[in-house]
């Protein structure tokens, strides 16, 4: 038996056998494959959950927020090193509405700020560019592009359908932004969006999305990874999200446990864990 973990480390579970990890470099040091054979690209999403399944809870006011005490600097750490790995993040429509109202804060970057140096400095070494690319999922393309992606000269891709408003389309192409029309819509399929983002060289896709991109992510098959941080914590609530709606997925959400941590220095009473699983 070994000695309790420090509030630097992590006990990982799994694989077997169980052991102390640095949490700072956990997913830093994952080698993510490359993308399978006849794939385009390799798809990671991530996204943290209570016990009883909330990402999202609504507010009486009709605000809607992640749960209180889901998120704090330990799963903010591993969140950005799964960003370091990516080429480009795909985003949507929705998350940038949050954040021009400020509702949510600003992940589109990586490796800003004294705390991401290492993360800077991790991409530099692999000869990545300092930022990956961002793509943009939306069907209103009610669009506001914040001002940080030119800023840090981030590409930006608009993914829509044939579905979306044609002045929009028009507008944002005029402002300078590639916009390409994926299909008939209305929502844009992530077997269309990855093919079209591994057309301009990106090899690793990050998705920041929610469940209407994890469904058909799960659905076509495409989505290769996801890491899940689970608060030990029971949310509850009237009105929530939880990862995935839609009909019953059946074999297409089958995904295989590749790595547990349990991490009990979460902050706070309670710990959480930190899970990795394929898919596809
Ligand atoms: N805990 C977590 O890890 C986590 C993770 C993700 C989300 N959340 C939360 O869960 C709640 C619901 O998530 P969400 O807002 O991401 O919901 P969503 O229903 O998956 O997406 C919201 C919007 O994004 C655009 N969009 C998403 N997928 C698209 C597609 N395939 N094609 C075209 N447009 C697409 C659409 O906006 P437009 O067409 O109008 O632009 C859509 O209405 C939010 O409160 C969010 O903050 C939590």
């Not at 006011?61 to 005490?69: I, K, N, S, V, W």
């Not at 992606?149 to 993914?159: E, F, G, K, S």
């Given at each position: 038996m070994f000695s309790p973990p420090t509030s630097r480390e992590v006990v990982q579970?799994?694989?077997?056998?169980a052991r102390k990890r640095r949490l700072e470099g956990l997913y830093l040091s994952e080698?993510?494959?490359?993308?399978?054979?006849?794939?385009p690209a390799l798809v990671y999403a991530n996204f943290v959950t209570s016990l009883?399944?909330?990402?999202a809870v609504t507010d009486a006011d009709g605000a809607t927020r992640l749960?209180?005490?889901?998120?704090n600097p330990r799963d903010w750490r591993l969140f950005q090193e799964l960003q370091a790995h990516a080429d480009c993040l795909v985003t949507h429509g929705g998350y940038l509405r949050a954040l021009a109202s400020g509702s949510l804060g600003n992940?589109?970057?990586?490796?800003?700020?004294a705390d991401g140096a290492d993360i800077a400095r991790w991409r530099a070494d692999r000869g990545m560019t300092a930022q990956p690319a961002v793509a943009v999922l939306s069907a209103s393309l009610d669009l506001p592009v914040p001002d940080s992606l030119a800023a840090h000269r981030q590409p930006v891709h608009v993914l829509t359908t044939a579905a979306a408003p044609r002045d929009r389309i028009e507008a944002l192409g005029e402002a300078g932004f590639d916009v390409v029309v994926t299909g008939p819509g209305p929502w844009v399929r992530s077997r269309d969006a990855v093919e079209v983002l591994a057309g301009h060289g990106y090899r690793r896709l990050y998705l920041q999305t929610g469940p209407r991109m994890l469904e058909t992510a799960l659905r076509d098959g495409v989505l290769s990874r996801l890491y899940l941080t689970i608060g030990h914590r029971v949310v509850g609530g009237e009105c929530f999200d939880t990862m995935l709606r839609g009909a019953v997925l059946g074999e297409a959400g089958a995904v295989r446990l590749s790595a547990l941590y349990l991490d009990?220095?979460?902050?706070?009473?309670y710990g959480q864990f930190f899970a990795c699983f394929e898919a596809g």
């Amino acid at each position: 038996m070994f000695s309790p973990p420090t509030s630097r480390e992590v006990v990982q579970l799994f694989p077997l056998p169980a052991r102390k990890r640095r949490l700072e470099g956990l997913y830093l040091s994952e080698s993510l494959p490359p993308p399978a054979a006849g794939a385009p690209a390799l798809v990671y999403a991530n996204f943290v959950t209570s016990l009883d399944g909330r990402i999202a809870v609504t507010d009486a006011d009709g605000a809607t927020r992640l749960p209180e005490g889901l998120t704090n600097p330990r799963d903010w750490r591993l969140f950005q090193e799964l960003q370091a790995h990516a080429d480009c993040l795909v985003t949507h429509g929705g998350y940038l509405r949050a954040l021009a109202s400020g509702s949510l804060g600003n992940v589109l970057q990586v490796g800003l700020g004294a705390d991401g140096a290492d993360i800077a400095r991790w991409r530099a070494d692999r000869g990545m560019t300092a930022q990956p690319a961002v793509a943009v999922l939306s069907a209103s393309l009610d669009l506001p592009v914040p001002d940080s992606l030119a800023a840090h000269r981030q590409p930006v891709h608009v993914l829509t359908t044939a579905a979306a408003p044609r002045d929009r389309i028009e507008a944002l192409g005029e402002a300078g932004f590639d916009v390409v029309v994926t299909g008939p819509g209305p929502w844009v399929r992530s077997r269309d969006a990855v093919e079209v983002l591994a057309g301009h060289g990106y090899r690793r896709l990050y998705l920041q999305t929610g469940p209407r991109m994890l469904e058909t992510a799960l659905r076509d098959g495409v989505l290769s990874r996801l890491y899940l941080t689970i608060g030990h914590r029971v949310v509850g609530g009237e009105c929530f999200d939880t990862m995935l709606r839609g009909a019953v997925l059946g074999e297409a959400g089958a995904v295989r446990l590749s790595a547990l941590y349990l991490d009990e220095a979460a902050g706070g009473e309670y710990g959480q864990f930190f899970a990795c699983f394929e898919a596809g």
